[in-house]
């Protein structure tokens, strides 16, 4: 045990002098709390050596080192010689690999020394997390992605566990029904509009089944709690504000109050489906505002699109300005380079004619090489940070361009649905209109036989007889009138003179549907006075 504690010390002394030394600067506090995974590791490794494997105390040392110790030194080596530039090289993955391999090791040993079953996942699980928190900081040292690389789509036990986990939610979330690109914001939001809309709806039956008259109190408290649960949840939905939730409350509240209509449609009349289809979703007003939401959006994008633009713009003219204050400093540079040169060729020549000045004029030589590379350094470095700035304003132009690139396409995408949208906004008014027009004509034919006799009598008794049977058939459970052949066959008359009678039989049907019309139809001809 003696031994266990001074490997531990050791390990801890070494830990902490390494984490003060440049050496390993920014791993980070997690390698202090790995330190007691790591003592956890050992103590299990201790007993496999001595109980298990049966090795002396000396060798069990020797042991640990081999495991536990070279798995440490494996991964705060690989925290050293990491580079961000180079990411993961084929060094790395394999001090990376045989690393893991021998916590895996440390983990099979440390189950099998577990004095229960209990235990044993606990104490497998220690190698690993001691390693895992140092590798948590390697992976934030190396977090830029080569271009090259793509570890997520190669083959493997973990992208099989993966790929079978993400088909098996896919497959919940449609057995379910549910979107799962949709926000819990979203969410809500939905669930709050149909709040309200249940109990605005349940607020209504109230008002319907209350007594015209004088109501109970129990009646009249019943009525107030619901008005104010009611009024609680119309604005916890920002109906008022929100313009998507009031259009889903007003859905919601045609769905539940016209769901009778819906029961007793019929279905075989494709126009009055589509009709009260229409009216459910609330169609045209829904339109409307999605035509305006996609016309302010559009703006939006056009505008962001302009001032991209001329944010790309400006950026050009800076990198033109920068480039050309490199160009003027490199000509300056090159000026007191050829001065500098000049000079000293005319202190050579000085130095040919005057024997007494020669250390004078050796000296002003090695002040003018002296210039000279000064100069030469300071052109290089105008020079190199000219280009540093150009190459940094060429890569915002480049950024600026791409989004403009993209801000145009999402305008372009926008004003083509603002486009459908007004078509079918169009069509939708066109039909409207249509039946507009299909109805006044009705009611003008209608109102033509509205002055006729509805209960004619004829002359003739074949006419009258057949009067009868015409009324008979059209009244009939299957409302269809006779033909021409029939009346003359049932009448003894001549075809011509039955199609004549359909005619006035027709007619004179129209005058009594007109005299005796619905309360509905005569509220829209104007003619109910009641």
Not at 27 to 34: D, E, F, L, M, S
Not at 417 to 427: E, F, K
Request: charged share 25%; net charge neutral.
């Amino acid at each position: 045990m003696a031994i266990v504690v001074a490997v531990l010390a050791l390990v801890s002394w070494g830990m902490s002098r390494l984490r003060k030394s440049v050496w390993l600067a920014g791993i980070g506090p997690q390698a202090v709390v790995a330190l007691g995974g790591v003592a956890v590791s050992v103590h299990g490794l201790w007993g496999f050596a001595l109980q298990t494997a049966g090795l002396p105390k000396l060798l069990a040392g020797a042991f640990i080192a081999v495991f536990d110790a070279a798995e440490m030194t494996l991964l705060v080596m690989m925290y050293r010689t990491a580079d961000p530039k180079q990411g993961w090289t084929p060094e790395l993955r394999l001090m990376h690999r045989t690393a893991w391999l021998l916590v895996g090791f440390s983990a099979a040993m440390n189950a099998v020394h577990a004095p229960n079953w209990w235990a044993r996942p606990v104490l497998a699980a220690i190698p690993g997390l001691a390693a895992w928190l140092i590798e948590l900081q390697l992976r934030s040292k190396l977090h830029r992605e080569r271009p090259d690389q793509d570890d997520a789509a190669r083959p493997g036990p973990a992208r099989l566990v993966a790929l079978l986990w993400q088909h098996a939610w896919a497959a919940l979330f449609a057995l379910l029904g549910l979107d799962a690109r949709t926000s819990s914001s979203a969410v809500a939001r939905a669930a709050l509009a149909q709040r309200a809309a249940h109990r605005v709806y349940r607020l209504r039956l109230a008002l319907e089944t209350a007594p015209s008259g004088g109501s109970s109190r129990r009646a009249r408290r019943r009525l107030r709690r619901l008005r104010g649960r009611a009024q609680k949840a119309l604005d916890s939905a920002d109906v008022a504000t929100d313009t998507g939730q009031s259009l889903a409350l007003v859905r919601r509240l045609a769905a539940l109050t016209r769901a009778d209509e819906v029961a007793r449609l019929n279905f075989a009349d494709a126009p009055a489906v589509l009709e009260m289809i229409e009216d459910l979703a609330v169609t045209p007003a829904a339109q409307r505002v999605e035509s305006s939401v996609l016309a302010e959006r559009a703006d939006a994008a056009r505008e962001e699109a302009e001032t991209a633009q001329r944010r790309a713009e400006d950026a050009r003219k800076e990198a033109e300005a920068a480039r050309k204050r490199a160009d003027e400093a490199l000509g300056t540079a090159q000026d007191e380079l050829e001065a500098v040169r000049e000079e000293h060729a005319a202190l050579l020549q000085q130095r040919e004619g005057v024997d007494g000045a020669v250390e004078a004029a050796r000296q002003r030589a090695e002040d003018a090489r002296q210039a000279e590379q000064a100069a030469r350094k300071r052109a290089e470095d105008l020079i190199n940070a000219a280009q540093q700035e150009a190459e940094q304003i060429r890569t915002t132009v480049d950024g600026e361009q791409q989004r403009l690139d993209k801000l145009t396409a999402d305008a372009d995408a926008l004003q083509q649905a603002h486009g459908a949208a007004q078509t079918a906004l169009q069509h939708v008014r066109d039909q409207i209109e249509e039946a507009a027009a299909l109805r006044d004509r009705l009611l003008g034919d209608i109102a033509e036989h509205a002055g006729s006799d509805p209960d004619p009598v004829f002359k003739s008794e074949a006419k009258q007889a057949g009067w009868q049977l015409y009324l008979d058939s059209v009244t009939s459970g299957h409302g269809s009138e006779p033909s021409a052949a029939d009346l003359a066959q049932l009448c003894s008359v001549d075809p011509g003179n039955a199609r004549n009678w359909l005619r006035d039989f027709r007619a004179a049907r129209a005058a009594q549907l007109t005299a005796h019309q619905p309360r509905a139809l005569a509220a829209v001809n104007g003619t109910d006075r009641s």
